[in-house]
């Protein structure tokens, strides 16, 4: 059974960092990419980032470009997403997800292409 733990979520002024992980656990897949997604409160859940097994190949969606950092550590089954300059429109559940894949350049923005979801941890940005 695959698991997906997130952690590193917690309470921030604006402007500071945050470093979120995404244990994964289970697997009896070879290759997986890794998306971060986001939903804050009364909004619908959005990519936040994502990553393709090689590393070789992320994206990020416009809001977060140049203050997150989307990475992996394949020898130890995790994930991480580092968040600096964070804003309070940062403030949201974040939740990490895999899809099994083939292709180690494989990657994917879209939500209902992931198979297996963490819990989310809760981010909270104060102004």
């Known amino acids: 059974q695959v698991q997906l733990v997130e952690s590193g979520g917690g309470l921030v002024q604006a402007g500071g960092s945050l470093r979120l992980s995404c244990a994964t656990s289970?697997?009896?897949?070879?290759?997986?990419?890794i998306g971060w997604f986001r939903q804050a409160p009364g909004k619908e859940r959005e990519l936040v980032a994502t990553i393709s097994w090689s590393s070789d190949f992320t994206f990020y969606s416009n809001s977060v470009k140049g203050r997150f950092t989307i990475s992996r550590d394949n020898a130890k089954d995790t994930g991480y997403l580092q968040m600096n300059s964070l804003k309070p429109e940062d403030t949201a559940v974040y939740y990490c997800a895999v899809r099994p894949t083939a292709n180690s350049a494989y990657y994917t923005r879209f939500e209902g292409d992931y198979d297996y979801w963490g819990q989310g941890t809760q981010v909270t940005v104060s102004s």
């Open positions: 289970g697997r009896t897949f070879s290759k997986y990419c």
